[in-house]
């Protein structure tokens, strides 16, 4: 429904209302006693009284990106999450990096009966996740884990005929009794067999990691439904093996490979949340209002009767649409940390209020330890030399010149408020007098001490003597990776390091191997960001994803370790990790010790956390600040403003 329609709905409603409240029966005071009244020939006015209309509520939240689709499984942007989130609570939030469950009773544990790890016969043949991670057929030369085994070392290699026993990780999730689609129907276990059968209907395009490593996925009962893997499928994500519910009733007669672009599930999608949708206008505006059988509804929740998403071209317009009560909260959006100045000086206006929240994405300046091109020295094969670049640079300086010093300096590729993060890992501050012992020793020479002359290489292994320190440090085109490269590059220099900047468009500087420049292996330096995870991140070094020509590269050139970084002991380190089960002490320990080695060996240096900015009007309370979640608006119905507010 358009606004301005919206709007007169509203007030022919109010008239009938009044309508009603006229054409009731009256009791006069003497009919009320039982008493007869005394007949009159004028007519006696009677007051009708005006009924109560309460005011309707209404919360306007600025996107600046317009949504593509709401189809579960096309909604990726940020802006598709926040209408998503108005129509969706959950199924799980993860917050602080833990999952929450939000209409499941509890998420499943080890410590209880949902969830277990179950002995099985494998054959040859049989479809099993091997040792190093990958789908694979059990066959002769199979690097597998037996029942029992969590770790790399005791992992064997399939030899003979006979079946093997495996480990199978089996759960249950078990739906909250009563829940509802916003059309009355039932909400039930079927719902989230149904997205599973979607999802690998639409394989590869829907979760094709969790589709194709899922031996079977059923509803045990109206509110429960098991999940079974593949045997030696075992991870620390697997407490979110749950398919979030599509309503099979509404949509059972729409073919799978329709759903993506169809009406009703990529515009007007059902669902189960605070918010049911009304209308989309294209190019403007996303009109919702309360579903009144949601979950939540008997705490009063959501505060508002109607929602409105509207969408902005960028920050400045968002700015101008707050200002003019447009918009009560503007949702956060790529790039614009670069606007940060000008939001604080609305801030101190007291025009806004401003919610800063850090966000998973970390920048990292990654080394080229072992680059492809044969022309290319290897500047950074030493881990002293890498070191001393960590030391060189001033990162707590650096952040603070960016985006008003929100940003905070990354030690590692896991966040300090991380339950896995390790406090004991080694860190770098900036020491340039330590960096140059350090260059010296690895035979960077500086024999003129001029700051304007870069080193020269003396006995560096697969160097010539002789050579400067001049190397190439690639960067996306955007200004803050200018900016950034412009203080790192003054900063080595200092140490007597030549970095000569080259910005490329991002779908050239990412772009694959072996043409592209970072996952071709042609590069010095390379500054990017990584989207961070719940499950630390350490396979973004492991050998077997460093991108180059299969077979020697068992990824190819979809490797993601583009600084071609190889130790045998991270490997075992962070696969351990990876396939053990969170909550268990050898997954903490063994992403702890991938951290440490990570720390000592520096394939790259982490530079510093993204963070997510929300602007709102200065009376708005409810909105989460100080943790670190995939979505603000994931607590959409606790969101308020006003008098409302403590």
């Known amino acids: 429904m358009h606004l301005k329609n919206l709007a007169i709905a509203i007030l022919l409603l109010g008239l009938e209302a009044c309508s009603r409240g006229g054409s009731q029966p009256i009791s006069t005071p003497l009919q009320g006693a039982g008493l007869t009244a005394v007949n009159s020939t004028q007519p006696r006015a009677i007051e009708t009284p005006t009924p109560t209309i309460m005011p309707t509520r209404l919360l306007s939240i600025c996107l600046i990106r317009e949504p ?86 005791c992992t064997q290699v399939y ?163 707050i200002l003019a009560g447009e918009c009560d909260l503007v949702d956060q959006a790529p790039g614009q940390e670069a606007d940060t100045a000008s939001w604080f000086d609305l801030r101190d206006e007291g025009s806004v209020s401003l919610v800063f929240q850090t966000a998973t994405a970390w920048d990292v300046l990654e080394f080229g330890v072992d680059p492809l091109s044969e022309d290319r020295p290897p500047y950074f094969a030493s881990a002293q030399v890498r070191q001393a670049v960590a030391m060189c640079i001033d990162r707590q300086a650096l952040v603070a010149q960016l985006s008003g010093g929100q940003m905070q300096v990354a030690d590692l590729y896991v966040h300090t408020l991380h339950p896995l993060y390790n406090p004991g890992a080694r860190q770098y501050v900036f020491d340039p007098v330590a960096a140059a012992d350090l260059l010296n020793t690895s035979g960077w020479v500086d024999n003129d001490t001029a700051p304007s002359t870069p080193r020269t290489a003396q006995g560096v292994a697969g160097i010539a003597d002789g050579t400067p320190f001049v190397v190439q440090y690639l960067v996306p085109n955007d200004e803050e990776h200018q900016q950034v490269a412009r203080l790192v590059q003054a900063n080595l220099e200092q140490c007597g390091i030549q970095a ?111 963070y997510k900015l929300f602007a709102s009007r200065p009376d708005m309370c409810g909105l989460p600040a100080g943790e670190v979640t995939e979505s603000i608006i994931s607590d959409l119905e606790l969101f308020n403003y006003g008098e409302a507010c403590p």
């Open 68 to 153: 593509r689709s709401l189809f579960l499984y096309n909604a990726l942007s940020a802006s598709e999450q926040s209408v998503l989130a108005a129509i969706y609570d959950g199924p799980i939030d993860v917050k602080n990096y833990a999952p929450k469950p939000v209409i499941l009773a509890d998420i499943p544990s080890l410590d209880g009966a949902s969830a277990l790890l179950a002995p099985v016969p494998v054959s040859p043949g049989d479809l099993i996740v091997d040792a190093q991670g990958n789908l694979a057929n059990l066959e002769e030369g199979s690097a597998y884990r037996p029942s029992g085994c969590s770790e790399q070392a």
């Open 159 to 321: 030899t003979g005929t006979e079946p093997v026993q495996m480990d199978q990780l089996v759960l249950n999730f078990k739906l909250l009794p009563g829940l509802q689609w916003s059309d009355g129907k039932p909400l039930t276990s079927a719902d989230s067999v149904y997205s599973y059968e979607v999802a690998r209907g639409l394989y590869p395009s829907a979760l094709p990691d969790l589709v194709n490593r899922t031996a079977s996925y059923t509803a045990l009962d109206e509110q429960t439904v098991e999940w079974v893997g593949i045997p030696g499928y075992v991870d620390g994500l697997y407490q979110t093996k749950f398919f979030s519910p599509l309503p099979q009733h509404a949509w059972s007669g729409i073919p799978v490979g329709e759903l993506p672009g169809a009406e009703a599930s990529s515009r007007k999608p059902l669902g189960w949340g605070a918010y049911v949708i009304d209308e989309w206008i294209a190019g403007d505006h996303i009109t919702l209002h309360a579903n009144p059988l949601y979950f939540r509804a008997g705490e009063g929740l959501p505060y508002f009767d109607d929602l409105v998403f509207r969408f902005v071209a960028d920050s400045h317009e968002a700015q101008s649409a």
């Open 500 to 610: 000569d900047i080259a910005a490329l468009p991002v779908e050239q500087f990412l772009a694959a191997g072996p043409d592209g420049p970072v996952f071709g292996r042609q590069f010095d330096l390379a500054q990017f960001a990584w989207m961070g995870a719940v499950e630390p991140p350490c396979s973004l070094y492991l050998t077997s994803e460093i991108p180059g020509q299969y077979p020697a590269s068992p990824k190819g050139w979809g490797g993601v370790n583009a600084s071609g970084y190889s130790n045998p002991q991270y490997d075992q380190a962070c696969l351990d990790a990876l396939f053990s089960l969170t909550g268990t002490d050898l997954h903490t320990e063994k992403h702890a010790l991938a951290q440490s080695i990570f720390a000592e060996d520096l394939p790259a240096l982490p530079f510093y956390w993204h």
